[in-house]
């Protein structure tokens, strides 16, 4: 079956990531195109470095065509906010990368998007994912990828320019030139290394690279950038005597940062620091835009500054809904994929990279430094994440437990309230939460939990998985 989350469609590759179930997707987004009246105008679709990407990209490619749908195609693999901001770009009704993003090396997948650059809302992505499944071999017309390339129906292009230009113009080229960092790059054997040395080089950083090659099995590492995955990184930040260390997931949508002392930063802080320098060091205003699963200390900074910030689902595309709809400055979440106002409506690791360097270079602190200002000023908060792997049947008992008897452990504090907004999310007095939903992407539920320090953080999540029945390891 195809099943688009909160991130797209991800599937095990061989299982549900097939040719035949890549070419239903193809076609259920053309038919659509085909009743809207947009198919004329376009497609563009791009692709990472996983295992088939560029093979699945052909095979959707091919049915795109063969519907009449002029088709753009990325020939170089690229980040996934390059696509979206083509989207924007050439001003198209519709886009896709070929992408599983941080899911282990056996997935791949399909992102899609809308116009403007934006992630497709699940109301669209629900209809295609629909039509694809109803959606026989015999209703699917395709074209040779060689024939319509030769044709004309579909065409290489290479966006990069005016993608890395869009973000060149919006970052202070000459405070970083004046400071010149040393900056450590680990793409995880991803897709950003070429776009984040065009950058700094042209800034005129210091650069040092680690894991630059191309594995589709990245490293045997999960491609995502958190403490256990970026060790290697910690210690070239500190070999290097370099100012930070800056990673990318497999797709560059979303990053992980090491400050100058090789320590991680986590992604709630890097939020958090970004939204302060935006406020009070360039003097922007603005709402802030965080899922229900990202720090409190968000608001912190925003009712500071006299702003506000608004809390929404899992799932960019609702971050993206929420800057819309308040004109916010930032959005983001606790996975580090972030969005400023005025660039594309998606995440993208590539400019909130961008910005954290400018913000080192402008404010001529380091990122130690400017973690301690933050806490000083707002107080610390401490989040601890956990997720556990489910079968069917133990996803059936939470479902029940969780969702339909809404039943509570004791927590051994006063609740404010209990929101059921997406998950369940409990809010306490003292200003700590902690909250238990389903992944969107895999067969897991993942719990998270804030407070003054990680002990009392750890503490929530362990009573909550006592509750659950589910093993805990502090």
């Known amino acids: 079956m195809i099943i688009f989350g909160t991130g797209g469609w991800r599937s095990i590759i061989g299982e549900d990531f097939t040719k035949d179930n890549i070419r239903r997707v193809a076609h259920a987004v053309a038919q659509r195109m085909i009743r809207e009246g947009v198919a004329k105008e376009g497609f563009v679709i791009g692709y990472d470095r996983r295992f088939l990407s560029r093979e699945a990209a052909i095979w959707f490619s091919e049915v795109m065509a063969g519907e009449g749908i002029p088709l753009s195609f990325v020939n170089l693999s690229a980040p996934t906010p390059q696509i979206m901001f083509t989207v924007k770009n050439m001003n198209l009704p519709y886009g896709a990368a070929i992408t599983a993003s941080h899911n282990p090396?056996?997935?791949?997948?399909?992102?899609?998007?809308?116009?403007?650059?934006?992630?497709?809302?699940?109301?669209?992505?629900?209809?295609?994912?629909?039509?694809?499944?109803?959606?026989?071999?015999?209703?699917i017309h395709s074209v040779p990828f060689e024939i319509a390339l030769t044709d004309g129906r579909i065409r290489y292009i290479d966006p990069r320019d005016a993608?890395?230009?869009?973000?060149?113009?919006?970052?202070?080229?000459?405070?970083?030139?004046?400071?010149?960092?040393?900056?450590?790059?680990?793409?995880?054997?991803?897709?950003?290394?070429?776009?984040?040395?065009?950058?700094?080089?042209?800034?005129?950083?210091?650069?040092?690279?680690?894991?630059?090659?191309?594995?589709?099995?990245?490293?045997?590492?999960?491609?995502?950038?958190?403490?256990?995955?970026?060790?290697?990184?910690?210690?070239?930040?500190?070999?290097?005597?370099?100012?930070?260390?800056?990673?990318?997931?497999?797709?560059?949508?979303?990053?992980?940062?090491?400050?100058?002392?090789?320590?991680?930063?986590?992604?709630?802080?890097?939020?958090?620091?970004?939204?302060?320098?935006?406020l009070k060091y360039k003097g922007w205003k603005g709402?802030?835009?965080?899922?229900?699963?990202?720090?409190?200390?968000?608001?912190?900074?925003?009712?500071?500054?006299?702003?506000?910030?608004?809390?929404?689902?899992?799932?960019?595309?609702?971050?993206?809904?929420?800057?819309?709809k308040h004109d916010a400055l930032i959005g983001g979440e606790s996975s580090c994929g972030l969005t400023v106002r005025g660039h594309i409506s998606g995440k993208d690791g590539l400019y909130a990279a961008?910005?954290?360097?400018?913000?080192?270079?402008?404010?001529?602190?380091?990122?130690?430094r400017l973690v301690a200002e933050i806490y000083d000023t707002f107080g610390e908060m401490h989040m601890a994440e956990y997720d556990w792997g489910l079968t069917v049947s133990s996803r059936d008992t939470l479902q029940h437990t969780l969702f339909e008897s809404?039943?509570?452990?004791?927590?051994?504090?006063?609740?404010?309230?209990?929101?059921?907004?997406?998950?369940?999310?409990?809010?306490?007095?003292?200003?700590?939460?902690?909250?238990?939903?389903?992944?969107?992407?895999?067969?897991?539920?993942?719990c998270f939990a804030e407070d003054i320090n990680m002990d009392s953080a750890k503490a929530l999540v362990h009573r909550m998985a006592d509750f659950m029945q589910l093993p805990f390891k502090a």
């Open 105 to 139: 090396a056996v997935y791949n997948g399909i992102k899609l998007f809308t116009r403007g650059g934006r992630d497709a809302v699940q109301e669209i992505t629900d209809a295609i994912a629909a039509e694809a499944n109803a959606a026989s071999e015999s209703e």
């Open 163 to 278: 993608y890395l230009d869009s973000i060149m113009e919006r970052i202070d080229i000459a405070a970083i030139r004046r400071r010149r960092p040393r900056i450590v790059l680990d793409p995880m054997f991803g897709v950003s290394l070429n776009g984040l040395m065009t950058i700094f080089y042209t800034a005129r950083c210091d650069i040092d690279v680690i894991n630059d090659r191309h594995d589709a099995f990245f490293g045997r590492h999960l491609p995502a950038p958190n403490p256990e995955t970026l060790v290697d990184l910690q210690h070239a930040v500190a070999e290097h005597t370099a100012d930070l260390g800056i990673a990318t997931d497999g797709d560059a949508d979303r990053l992980g940062i090491i400050d100058e002392t090789g320590t991680y930063i986590p992604a709630n802080e890097v939020l958090v620091l970004l939204y302060y320098y935006l």
């Open 287 to 324: 709402d802030a835009v965080r899922n229900i699963a990202t720090t409190h200390l968000l608001d912190r900074v925003a009712e500071a500054f006299g702003q506000h910030c608004w809390e929404v689902p899992v799932g960019f595309k609702h971050i993206s809904s929420g800057m819309d």
């Open 354 to 368: 961008s910005l954290l360097v400018e913000m080192v270079s402008v404010t001529g602190k380091p990122l130690s």
């Open 406 to 446: 809404r039943a509570l452990p004791d927590f051994g504090r006063k609740i404010d309230h209990v929101s059921y907004l997406d998950g369940c999310k409990v809010y306490f007095e003292d200003g700590s939460w902690i909250i238990a939903r389903f992944s969107g992407t895999e067969p897991r539920i993942r």
